[in-house]
T-cell receptor, first 111, second 113 residues
Framework: AQSVTQPDIHITVSEGASLELRCNYS??????LFWYVQSPGQGLQLLLK??????LVQGIKGFEAEFKRSQSSFNLRKPSVHWSDAAEYFC?????????FGAGTILRVKS | DVKVTQSSRYLVKRTGEKVFLECVQD?????MFWYRQDPGLGLRLIYF???????EKGDIPEGYSVSREKKERFSLILESASTNQTSMYLC????????????FGPGTRLTVL
């Protein structure tokens, strides 16, 4: 069955430091993968998505993600974190026009 | 820009009440979805709809029903609210074309006392 795992519930990074949020998936076919961000009190906003082609995907707000089929991973990265990046991040996999989400990773940014 | 609106940001109801959560999208999207979001569990799909008057169960439909009488509106109904339905509810829509982005509303935080 399809599933998404985000191993880290909370991550704290210093402002200006690099960030990597982990996402692993389980799916029998080529996955369509997404990263969403949810700021406090807000709905989810799409950061980036992977359908096919180049395995390094660029998104909004300076985020990127790399699809690695051999590791069943789709990790999200940012070279330099800003205080405004503090939010909850969700990785998701699409199947049959539906999404299955990971449990989310809460990012805290310390100054 | 796509806009998905939900009728209430915060709602407090009593056990046993019938609760309606409304969602409206303004982009003529075919597909609409209702999720609930709980800490440590992410988003879980309750129901979705591919067309007017059509509905499909998601992963956790028990205790919920839905209605889609018009293309732009998708309602989630709690027939008899219970305390374990206290949660954040998120609505989303998408065109229905393969791999399209889901657009989310701001959410309704429901508390059942």
């Amino acid at each position: 069955a399809q599933s998404v795992t985000q191993p880290d519930i909370h991550i704290t990074v210093s402002e200006g430091a690099s960030l990597e949020l982990r996402c692993n998936y389980s799916y029998g076919a080529t996955p369509y993968l997404f990263w969403y961000v949810q700021s406090p009190g807000q709905g989810l906003q799409l950061l980036l998505k992977y359908f096919s082609g180049d395995t390094l995907v660029q998104g909004i707000k300076g985020f990127e993600a790399e699809f690695k089929r051999s590791q069943s991973s789709f990790n999200l990265r940012k070279p330099s974190v800003h205080w405004s990046d503090a939010a909850e991040y969700f990785c998701a996999l699409e199947y049959g026009n539906k999404l299955v989400f990971g449990a989310g990773t809460i990012l805290r940014v310390k100054s | 820009d796509v806009k998905v609106t939900q009728s209430s940001r915060y709602l407090v109801k009593r056990t046993g009440e019938k609760v309606f959560l409304e969602c409206v999208q303004d982009m003529d999207h075919e597909n609409m979805f209702w999720y609930r979001q709980d800490p440590g569990l992410g988003l879980r799909l309750i129901y979705f709809s591919y067309d007017v008057k059509m509905k499909e169960k998601g992963d956790i439909p028990e205790g919920y029903s839905v209605s889609r009488e018009k293309k732009e509106r998708f309602s989630l109904i709690l027939e008899s609210a219970s305390t374990n339905q206290t949660s954040m509810y998120l609505c989303a829509s998408t065109t229905g074309q393969g791999s399209d982005t889901q657009y989310f509303g701001p959410g309704t935080r429901l508390t059942v006392l």
